[in-house]
């Protein structure tokens, strides 16, 4: 079998191989600002499939009961203390009887999902559609795919009742700094954010001192928004609220 017929590409439900694979993402198409001859795609009818994400996305997690968003790194190897931080994050929590959401990609993302597949516990994971990143991992009691990533965003906020983050990239950094966004402007009450890693994100949280706070950008207060740790268990402890 070619490259090219394993190759596999989902859009929502739908999975596309070979020469139907798509260059771009729904997100990028949505944020194309020119008009297109394509009704489908066309703006009034595309509200209708973000209608239905959001539709799918409440039906899917309204009776998952307590959970808490963990977030990481795609890239995160099986050997980083890192990935087997994530995997007791992931444990400890379903041994609480609190569920897992995670982006449902590799690395970070999957360690955690395994350590509440392992404990018995709620595993979910929160896909996205991306050129080089299709798959949820195999570790995943409830999976959903999504192609707007704000819909995605929404319910990992809407049904988790605090965030732990492990070092990442690009990806952590919008679902940290959109947590700590709406619990400064207060669209969203006691929501505890905690950063695991001393080490990695202590340069990020020094600049926040020196520039943001030092040009009076945020309130000295808001950098009490997020707590940092390196105990596994006591970040479990501070996002579950004691």
Request: hydrophobic content about 45%.
């Amino acid at each position: 079998m070619s490259e090219a017929v394993r190759q596999s590409y989902q859009r929502g439900p739908v999975v596309l191989r070979g020469k139907a694979i798509p260059k771009e993402t729904s997100d990028a198409r949505l944020l194309q600002a020119q008009e297109t001859s394509d009704w489908l795609h066309a703006d009034p009818w595309r509200v209708l499939r973000i209608q239905a994400e959001f539709v799918e996305g409440f039906g899917a997690l309204s009776e998952v009961g307590p959970a808490i968003s963990v977030f990481g790194s795609a890239r995160t190897p099986g050997n980083d203390p890192h990935w087997a931080a994530a995997y007791e994050i992931g444990r400890m929590l379903a041994e609480r009887g609190i569920g897992v959401i995670t982006g449902g990609g590799p690395g970070a993302m999957e360690a955690a999902n395994k350590g509440a597949w392992d404990a018995g516990g709620t595993s979910i994971g929160l896909g996205i559609e991306l050129p080089h990143e299709q798959a949820l991992n195999p570790w995943i009691t409830v999976g959903i795919n999504f192609r707007y990533f704000f819909a995605r965003k929404t319910m990992f906020v809407k049904y988790s009742q605090g965030f732990i983050v492990m070092p990442g990239g690009f990806g952590t950094m919008d679902e940290l700094f959109e947590a700590m966004t709406l619990v400064q402007t207060r669209k969203v009450g006691s929501f505890p954010i905690v950063l695991v890693g001393t080490e990695y994100w202590s340069g990020l949280i020094a600049w926040i001192r020196e520039k943001m706070i030092g040009e009076g950008t945020i309130s000295p207060e808001d950098i009490d928004l997020v707590k940092i740790v390196d105990d596994p268990a006591e970040a479990v402890r501070i996002a579950c609220g004691g």
